[in-house]
């Protein structure tokens, strides 16, 4: 975990910090979904940000405080995404459902990671994913389930944290097993595949989840 002069450094607001922090992230983020995080170094990362090893220490602290930072802003950008979604809140769970899964597919190193992170009680990443994905995106997801039910959208019968537990595995699940599957399924999580993938999730949820047709329908 970066140490509190590190956390102090991500703080500055000067144009020059910005920019070099996101050309870090961005750099960052190419190289874990290529090489993962342990192929990943300090000095790709940083070459391909055209900037020296020194100022990834400088304002990460370790490649460790790195793969944090970015799993956090990878999370917020969907959690940002679906707060602003307007509209029917059947909208925003679309709105999730694509959001969520590209940017899964966009960080292919990331599945693996979210899958054992919630299989585990005490990881490296526990601060991160206590903060961004138990405090900050399972919440939002639960809300707009349940704001769904409330408005007649989805069936008010289930149980709402169980059906936004269906959904989160609905639409991580794939990115974990396809992978594997590859070859005796030949799928890709990419062009039309994934883009059928998604369009499937969204029916999927929809139709399992959707409210009872009326009597004699």
């Known amino acids: 975990m970066p140490d ?14 910005v920019d070099a922090q ?6 960052a983020r190419y190289e874990f979904a290529r090489r993962g995080f342990a192929g990943a170094t300090l000095k790709s990362i940083a070459g391909r940000a055209r900037l020296d090893v ?6 990460f602290g370790s490649k460790q405080g790195l793969y944090e930072a970015v799993v956090e802003s990878t999370l917020r950008g ?10 029917r809140a ?15 597919a966009d960080n292919p190193w990331l599945p693996p990671l979210l899958i054992r992170e919630l299989a585990s009680e005490r990881t490296p990443l526990h601060r991160v994913f206590d903060a961004e994905f138990f405090g900050g995106l399972l919440p939002l997801l639960l809300e707009t389930v349940s ?15 169980l059906a936004a537990q269906a959904l989160l595995a609905m639409t991580l699940l794939p990115f974990v097993l396809t992978p594997r599957a590859a070859p ?12 059928n993938l998604i369009t499937q999730t969204e029916r999927q949820f929809i139709a399992g989840a959707g409210p009872d047709p009326p009597p004699g329908d």
Do not use: H, N
């Open 4 to 17: 509190k002069g590190t956390a102090r450094r991500r703080g500055r607001r000067g144009r020059g910090t």
């Open 22 to 27: 996101r050309a870090l992230l961005d750099a």
């Open 54 to 59: 020194a100022m990834v220490r400088y304002y």
């Open 78 to 87: 969907v959690m940002r995404k679906l707060a602003r979604a307007d509209g």
């Open 90 to 104: 059947y909208l925003r769970i679309r709105r999730f459902i694509r959001t969520f899964m590209t940017m899964l």
């Open 147 to 161: 704001r769904s039910q409330e408005v007649g959208e989805l069936d008010g019968k289930l149980d709402p944290r």
């Open 184 to 195: 005796v399924l030949g799928l890709r999580l990419s062009g039309r595949d994934l883009r």
